[in-house]
């Protein structure tokens, strides 16, 4: 077994990350000589919008201020997340 196998395990050791378009790297945790592939937060919202677009929807993802009332799209629960949770909180108290 590798000795580093045991620290993954226990979930000490946390990615580096590198997008897989524009080749922006990022670190969750502490940084490791292990990479990981993936889409950056910008690119993730960049392509999120584009599907929007196309299937019919405004490209509006990340950008509301309230809750949005296009429960309809793909993206609804990703999108509003931060939000929803916000007002779960604002709810509870």
Request: overall charge negative; glycine content about 6%.
């Amino acid at each position: 077994m590798h000795p580093r196998n045991s620290l993954y395990q226990l979930g000490e050791l946390e990615m580096t990350y590198i997008c897989i378009k524009c080749r922006t790297i990022w670190v969750s945790g502490d940084h490791t000589s292990e990479y990981s592939g993936g889409l950056c937060e910008v690119c993730t919202t960049d392509y999120i919008r584009d599907r929007q677009k196309s299937q019919g929807f405004h490209d509006c993802f990340k950008k509301a201020i309230e809750l949005c009332s296009r429960a309809g799209c793909s993206y609804w629960l990703l999108c509003n997340r931060e939000l929803n949770t916000a007002t779960s909180m604002c709810a509870e108290t």
